[in-house]
């Protein structure tokens, strides 16, 4: 199960690791901690010494109720930071986190390798066929409506179903717009109540099915903290348990704040498997 990155074959049997690097002033957790251009040189390379093998950029907040971005805006936050980082670690390989496809454009035509798609391609009718185009792999994500209105569209009769469902139609419109390296993640945290990302998580394994690689992003979010009655801040331990979980019910690709214990979490679990 691999992956074609600007040329390298990426292989996903092996499971990696994302390190998550926002450039918004309000992410949920650590939205305006990285400001300038040594700041974000600084955190990229620790994560990438932690052991990081992908490092996803995000110029547009998704959590619930985030402000408006004009794509200028996003434009304007994300392509420097592209450059900079490609300039200064020739050797990275970037994601972007964009719903847009001439965000997607522009951040690969300045070095990016993956394209991060919280919508599935749902809220740009461009955005599959620019990524087909561009011949770089696509992580499709099921959500429902937008940032500002999936919470209120958690009506579902049985979860697990209707999110493979959902994931069969945009792998099937993907492949038909020439979308080779498709990477499916299950949407924790989107259109989501704690108890149907908990009943998700718990038949993750069934996603299999596609024979696909799957992507788990569940760092530090509302399920965690809401459920332990925590803040973000204090709920590492509870993204670790996660994440365990997540590798073991086949997740190829965590996306993590903190790649460190991700990392050493993968080992653990490696060790646990000769």
């Known amino acids: 199960m691999t992956i074609n990155c600007k040329g390298e074959l990426i292989d996903l049997t092996d499971p990696k690791i994302m390190g998550i690097l926002n450039i918004t002033p309000n992410s949920f957790?650590?939205?305006?901690?990285?400001?300038?251009?040594?700041e974000f040189l600084k955190q990229t390379e620790l994560m990438l010494e932690q052991g990081a093998?992908?490092?996803?950029?995000?110029?547009?907040?998704?959590?619930?109720?985030?402000d408006f971005v004009s794509q200028e805006q996003e434009l304007a936050r994300m392509i420097p930071i592209v450059e900079l980082l490609v300039k200064e670690f020739p050797s990275i390989i970037l994601s972007i986190d964009t719903f847009r496809a001439e965000v997607a454009k522009q951040s690969v035509q300045s070095g990016a390798a993956i394209i991060n798609d919280i919508s599935a391609g749902e809220l740009d009718p461009d955005m599959l066929s620019v990524v087909g185009q561009l011949k770089v792999p696509y992580i499709l994500m099921h959500?429902?409506?937008?940032?500002?209105?999936?919470?209120s569209m958690t009506?579902?009769?049985?979860?697990?179903?209707?999110?493979?469902?959902?994931?069969?139609?945009?792998?099937?419109?993907?492949?038909?717009?020439?979308?080779?390296?498709?990477i499916l993640d299950p949407g924790f945290g989107f259109?989501?109540?704690?108890?149907?990302?908990?009943?998700?998580?718990?038949?993750?394994?069934l996603l299999e099915v596609f024979e696909l690689p799957l992507l788990v992003g569940i760092s530090r979010k509302t399920m965690i903290h809401k459920l332990l009655e925590i803040t973000p801040e204090k709920a590492l331990n509870g993204t670790t348990v996660l994440n365990?979980?997540?590798?073991?019910?086949?997740?190829?690709?965590l996306r993590v704040h903190d790649v460190l214990e991700a990392v050493q979490t993968k080992k653990i679990l490696k060790a646990l498997s000769i």
């Open 244 to 253: 365990t979980i997540a590798l073991q019910k086949g997740a190829n690709i």
């Open 29 to 38: 957790f650590d939205g305006g901690k990285y400001k300038t251009d040594t």
């Open 143 to 151: 959500m429902r409506g937008n940032p500002n209105t999936m919470q």
């Open 53 to 66: 093998d992908f490092i996803d950029l995000g110029a547009y907040s998704s959590k619930s109720g985030a």
């Open 155 to 182: 009506d579902y009769k049985d979860i697990t179903l209707e999110v493979i469902q959902y994931l069969s139609q945009r792998v099937a419109l993907a492949r038909e717009n020439n979308i080779v390296d498709i």
């Open 191 to 205: 259109a989501k109540t704690t108890q149907q990302n908990y009943e998700l998580m718990n038949k993750m394994e």
